[in-house]
């Protein structure tokens, strides 16, 4: 049954990712017919035609490996400085350009003049390029806070789980038992049960564990705190003291092996699936941006702990990359966790609205082949031409994006090396949600 479950999961997924790559090559696709651009294919996945079918001048298509997608566009790139669309050359690095220009109008048919892509004005380009992305982002804050919102999610509450007996720095080793000559935390000495709900602090509500806790560490000396128990509300008096606690991340979360000297009362909240209102949702939504942002810019220094999970004996962090063989993987856990059928619905949209918001962001970074590469191609087309006017001289014309091709197939060389070195780490170190 575990192994039925594994690939229910795992198909689920895939389900999921297919979806998410078609539904980004969909806004590429609609914005280029939108703007009169002529789109011969629109695939999802890459390797062997499963199926296609061919409607209009677009072949539509599933392919073997549902790794990507991909729709071809007439014209990605302009003619050369000598009005050829191919020309012979002996450099490599010449012939790339050259490759990369003559496979941008192979395709090219009588009455596709005016339906080239490198023709149309940079601010449709830069639509055409970021609707992708685009759709990836909505998918994810679609299904995000609907998630949120519907099903909720784990999160640590205002209601005490358990009241730690005696105040030990949260940098020990051990922070469960008592030394000797150790004082009663406030919490103990003040009578604070497991299974009290705190409501409010020193008389200001307390209407999420971020907001209490805040609240504790700014407080030093003597304070009140109402709980509710039994149906009843019940003021308690603590003396709060200064204790090292873990540094927070600002959230209700911990930065971890960093502390600092705070206010302390001394219990650790119970956590339970809550509901989220709508500004809840969304602001949880912004951090989710905020910290894919902060995991994009920080891959480059995950790769020695990558290598180190692969070919040595180093320990695959729960942050560390996750590549689709990964991502597979956890979906293939979802369904044999112990949890409620709605919350294993719940972490799978969590699990395929992750990896469009992933999408998203990789795709933004301004580096061909990415989309972000022709993004920023068009938009320093534009910044050319309108400085060409400004200072009244000729105008340079299109910028030519195909130049950059060298650059692209070393980025997409580092690319696939590090998605090599992440599939041998899903392979032979997943991560694991369990």
């Given at each position: 049954?575990?192994?039925?479950?594994?690939?229910?999961?795992?198909?689920?997924?895939?389900?999921?990712?297919?979806?998410?790559?078609?539904?980004?090559?969909?806004?590429?696709?609609?914005?280029?017919?939108?703007?009169?651009?002529?789109?011969?294919?629109?695939?999802?996945?890459?390797?062997?035609?499963?199926?296609?079918r061919k409607k209009g001048d677009t072949e539509y298509g599933i392919k073997a490996v549902p790794l990507?997608?991909?729709?071809?566009?007439?014209?990605?790139?302009?003619?050369?400085?000598?009005?050829?669309?191919?020309?012979?050359?002996?450099?490599?690095?010449?012939?790339?350009?050259?490759?990369?220009?003559?496979?941008?109008?192979?395709?090219?048919?009588?009455?596709?003049?005016?339906?080239?892509?490198?023709?149309?004005?940079?601010?449709?380009?830069?639509?055409?390029?970021?609707?992708?992305?685009?759709?990836?982002?909505?998918?994810?804050?679609?299904?995000f806070l609907g998630v949120m919102m519907t099903f909720g999610v784990n999160t640590q509450t205002t209601t005490v789980g358990e009241v730690q007996k005696c105040v030990v720095p949260a940098s020990a080793k051990d922070t469960d038992t008592c030394p000797k000559g150790a004082k009663d935390t406030p919490a103990n000495a003040a009578g604070l049960r497991a299974g009290d709900k705190i409501v409010a602090f020193n008389g200001n509500p307390t209407p999420d564990w971020s907001t209490l806790q805040r609240d504790i560490r700014e407080t030093t000396g003597p304070a009140t705190v109402t709980v509710e128990r039994d149906g009843k509300r019940l003021d308690l008096h603590p003396t709060l003291v200064k204790n090292w606690v873990a540094k927070t991340n600002g959230r209700g979360g911990y930065v971890e092996g960093d502390f600092v000297k705070a206010g302390f009362l001394g219990f650790t909240p119970s956590s339970g699936v809550v509901k989220q209102s709508f500004g809840q949702s969304v602001d949880r939504m912004g951090n989710m941006v905020e910290d894919g942002f902060h995991s994009l810019i920080d891959l480059?220094?995950?790769?020695?702990?990558?290598?180190?999970?692969?070919?040595?004996?180093?320990?695959?962090?729960?942050?560390?990359?996750?590549?689709?063989?990964?991502?597979?993987?956890?979906?293939?856990?979802?369904?044999?966790?112990?949890?409620?059928?709605?919350?294993?619905?719940?972490?799978?949209?969590?699990?395929?609205?992750?990896?469009?918001?992933?999408?998203?962001?990789?795709?933004?970074?301004?580096?061909?082949?990415?989309?972000?590469?022709?993004?920023?191609?068009?938009?320093?087309?534009?910044?050319?031409?309108?400085?060409?006017?400004?200072?009244?001289?000729?105008?340079?014309?299109?910028?030519?994006?195909?130049?950059l091709m060298p650059v692209a197939y070393v980025v997409a060389g580092i690319f696939i090396c590090f998605t090599l070195l992440v599939l041998a780490a899903d392979v032979v170190n997943p991560v694991r949600i369990t």
């Open positions: 049954m575990t192994a039925l479950m594994t690939v229910l999961g795992i198909v689920v997924f895939v389900l999921g990712l297919l979806f998410s790559i078609a539904w980004h090559e969909l806004g590429h696709l609609s914005t280029a017919k939108l703007f009169g651009i002529r789109v011969p294919q629109y695939m999802v996945g890459f390797g062997p035609t499963i199926f296609s990507g997608g991909y729709i071809r566009m007439i014209g990605m790139f302009p003619p050369g400085d000598d009005g050829k669309i191919a020309a012979r050359s002996t450099s490599p690095w010449r012939g790339m350009i050259e490759d990369a220009r003559s496979a941008a109008f192979e395709e090219l048919e009588p009455g596709d003049e005016d339906r080239l892509f490198y023709t149309r004005k940079p601010w449709k380009r830069v639509i055409v390029m970021f609707a992708g992305p685009f759709m990836n982002l909505v998918l994810a804050v679609v299904v480059p220094g995950k790769v020695p702990d990558l290598w180190n999970a692969v070919f040595g004996d180093g320990e695959r962090k729960a942050d560390s990359p996750m590549g689709v063989v990964g991502a597979a993987r956890v979906g293939g856990e979802i369904p044999n966790l112990d949890i409620p059928p709605s919350q294993q619905v719940a972490t799978m949209l969590f699990l395929v609205a992750g990896f469009n918001l992933s999408l998203f962001l990789f795709n933004m970074l301004p580096l061909l082949p990415l989309d972000g590469g022709h993004i920023a191609g068009a938009l320093w087309e534009s910044i050319r031409r309108h400085a060409a006017r400004i200072f009244r001289r000729p105008d340079p014309g299109p910028f030519d994006v195909a130049k």
